[in-house]
C-alpha cells in the first residue's frame, strides 16, 4: 500500500540507482525531502542527504518500528529495490506491522551501467538477459543467450565463469566487457573477449560493484562510448575560490567529467570600519555620483548587504550610470535588479572597463563623480585610467579579502603529493593563498591561469604555467582545461596508449589504464 500524503508513521523504500546521484527519480528526491529519518550508506549515497531537510536522522536499526512512532522514514536501496535486491523481508516486516509504505524503482545498473558504457542494452537483439552469480547458475543453459547477457556479482568468478560459458557453446570470440564502478567518475571499464579475459583482468584490479556484460552489443563500444570519452573524465580539479564563486565554475567542470574539489582560499569579510561605506551609500542616495563602477561580484554583494541594512532596494540607482567589469559582475547586478550600462567588449578587466569609459564631459555629465566600492586590496589601474578620462572617484572599500584558513591535511597532501590532475587559479591572489594555506601543488599537476597576470604570479611561484584561458572569465578557463584534456587523450590514442590522468603519472601512482 502506498500513501501520498501519510499523517502517521510512514515508510519508503527508494531505488537510488546505480551511482550518479543525477539518476535519483523524482518521486524519490521529493520523499527525501519529506523525511525524518534517512537509512543509508554513507559511504555510497551520502550525497544524496543534499535532498534532505535540515536536521534530518540518518536512522538505523528497526525503521518499521520508527514508522510504527510516526516518523516519516525512507531507506535508500542500492539500483533498484524489487531487482537483486534484500528487502523483500522488510517490506514484508512492514505488511505485517500495517505500516503504510512506498516502493519507489530505481534505475537498475543492469541497463544504466551498461549505457554510461557505450554498450546498447537490447537494441537490435532478440534477447536481454540478467543474472546473478552470487546464485547458482547453469552457465551452459546462459552460453545459449542469443542476445546480451549481464552477470551481476561475477567478478570473483569471471574467469570460470567465462570458461563455462566457452563450454556451454559460446564462441571464444564472443566480446565481453567488464564494468566497475558505473556511472561514477571512477567507471572503469575493459573490453575482451571470452578467449582473452583471464590475461586481460589479471592486473585490472576490478572489485564490486561491478557488471560483466557477453554479447555482440559491447562491440557498440567504440561508436558509442560518451561517458569515459569526456575530456576531463575522472579528473580531481583544485577549485581555489570562495564558495559563492566556484559554483557555477564546478558545475561546467563537473560537465566535462572532472570531480571538482573547492578549497577556499579567500574568504571575504566586511570592512575594519562601516563609516566609509555608509557615507558612499549616502552619496549614492543623494546624487552625489554620475557612475557607480562595479568590479566584482562581491562588490556587488557589499552593496546590497547595505542596501538591505538601510531599507533600500535597486530603485535607488534610477538616475544613476552602473558599470560591472565583466559577465559575472553583470548577472550578479542583474540579479540585483540592476541592468549594467556598460560593460567592456573586450578584457573583461579594469583596463577593459577603462577602455570603453566615455571622457568627462561637462556639457553632457551634470556631476563628474565616480564611486568605486571594492576590495581592500584592489590596484589602482581603474581609478588612474578614469582620473585621466576627467573623471573623480571615491575609492571606497565595500569589503576585505583575507587568506582563508588551510584546508583538511589530506587535501594539503594531495595538493603537494599530486593527488590533483589540475588547479585552476582565476586571479594571482588565489595563487599566494593556496601556496601560503596548503603549499606548492605537485609538477605533475597540470596548472591553468584565467590571465597572463595570474600566469606571471604562478610562475614566480616556480609553477610550471600549462593552461590560460582564452579570455578571462572562468567559464574561458574550464573550457580551455577541457580542451587541454581532450587533446591529452587524443595524442595518447594516436600513439597506441591508453589515455591517463595527470595523477596517473606521479611515481607509485597506480598503473591502470582506462
Not at 521529493?30 to 551520502?46: H, I, M, R, Y
Not at 554498450?119 to 546462459?142: K, N
Not at 567529467?257 to 569579510?269: F, L, Q, Y
Amino acid at each position: 500500500m502506498s500513501s501520498d500524503s501519510p499523517t502517521s508513521g510512514f515508510l519508503a523504500f527508494v531505488g537510488a540507482g546505480p551511482g550518479d546521484p543525477h539518476l535519483l527519480t523524482l518521486r524519490g528526491a521529493e520523499l527525501l525531502a519529506k523525511a525524518d529519518a534517512v537509512a543509508l550508506d554513507e559511504e555510497l549515497f551520502g550525497s544524496f542527504l543534499r535532498h534532505c531537510r535540515e536536521g534530518v536522522e540518518v536512522a538505523s536499526g528497526d525503521l518499521v518500528k520508527r514508522a510504527k512512532a510516526g516518523q516519516f522514514v525512507v531507506r535508500l536501496c542500492e539500483g533498484d529495490p524489487m531487482l537483486f535486491s534484500s528487502i523483500t523481508e522488510e517490506v514484508a516486516a512492514a505488511a505485517a506491522a500495517e505500516v503504510d509504505f512506498e516502493i519507489v524503482p530505481g534505475v537498475p545498473p543492469a541497463t544504466a551501467v551498461l549505457t554510461y558504457a557505450g554498450i546498447p542494452a537490447a537494441t537490435g537483439m532478440p534477447e536481454f538477459r540478467i543474472v546473478d552469480a552470487a546464485l547458482e547458475q547453469d552457465w551452459a543453459a546462459h552460453a545459449a543467450c542469443k542476445g546480451t547477457l549481464v552477470i551481476y556479482n561475477g567478478i570473483a568468478g569471471a574467469v570460470s565463469i567465462g570458461k563455462a560459458l566457452v563450454a556451454g557453446g559460446k564462441p571464444d570470440s564472443t566480446p565481453v566487457a567488464v564494468s566497475s564502478s558505473g556511472t561514477t567518475t571512477e567507471q572503469y571499464t575493459v573490453v575482451s573477449t571470452l578467449a582473452r579475459l583471464q590475461a586481460d583482468l589479471k592486473h585490472a584490479g576490478f572489485t564490486e560493484p561491478a557488471l560483466i556484460v557477453v554479447g555482440d552489443a559491447v562491440g557498440q563500444r567504440d561508436k558509442l562510448s560518451w561517458f569515459e570519452t569526456k575530456p576531463l573524465f575522472g579528473w580531481r580539479v583544485l577549485v581555489p575560490r570562495t564558495k559563492e564563486q566556484s559554483k557555477s565554475l564546478s558545475e561546467q567542470l563537473a560537465s566535462y567529467g572532472a570531480v571538482p574539489e573547492e578549497v577556499p582560499t579567500i574568504s571575504v569579510e566586511p570592512p575594519r570600519t562601516p563609516q566609509q561605506m555608509d557615507r558612499a551609500i549616502k552619496g549614492l542616495v543623494t546624487g552625489r555620483y554620475e557612475w557607480v563602477a562595479f568590479t566584482s561580484s562581491n562588490a556587488v554583494k557589499a552593496v546590497r548587504e547595505k542596501f538591505e541594512e538601510y531599507g533600500l532596494d535597486a530603485r535607488a540607482f534610477a538616475g544613476l550610470k552602473v558599470a560591472a567589469v565583466g559577465d559575472a559582475t553583470a548577472r550578479a547586478l542583474v540579479d540585483f535588479g540592476v541592468k549594467p550600462d556598460l560593460l567592456p567588449s573586450g578584457e573583461q578587466s579594469s583596463e577593459g572597463l577603462v577602455a570603453e569609459w566615455p571622457p568627462y564631459d561637462s556639457m553632457l555629465d551634470p556631476i563628474n563623480r565616480v564611486l568605486l566600492p571594492r576590495a581592500d586590496i584592489s590596484t589602482d589601474t581603474l581609478v588612474a585610467g578614469l582620473t585621466e578620462l576627467g573623471w573623480e572617484c571615491d575609492d571606497v572599500t565595500a569589503y576585505r579579502t583575507v587568506r582563508a584558513a588551510p584546508p583538511p591535511a589530506a587535501t594539503r597532501e594531495a595538493i603537494k603529493g599530486g593527488g590533483f590532475d589540475a588547479v585552476l587559479f582565476t586571479s594571482s591572489s588565489t595563487v599566494r593563498n593556496l601556496v601560503g594555506i596548503a603549499g606548492k601543488p605537485h609538477n605533475v599537476t597540470v596548472i591553468a591561469v584565467i590571465g597572463p597576470q595570474t600566469a606571471k604570479t604562478a610562475e614566480e611561484f616556480g609553477l610550471r604555467v600549462d593552461v590560460m584561458a582564452d579570455r578571462p572569465s572562468a567559464s574561458a578557463l574550464a573550457a580551455a582545461v577541457a580542451a587541454y584534456g581532450a587533446k591529452q587523450r587524443q595524442a595518447a590514442l594516436a600513439a597506441g596508449d591508453s589515455p591517463r590522468r595527470p595523477s596517473q603519472n606521479r611515481r607509485g601512482a597506480r598503473r591502470r589504464a582506462k
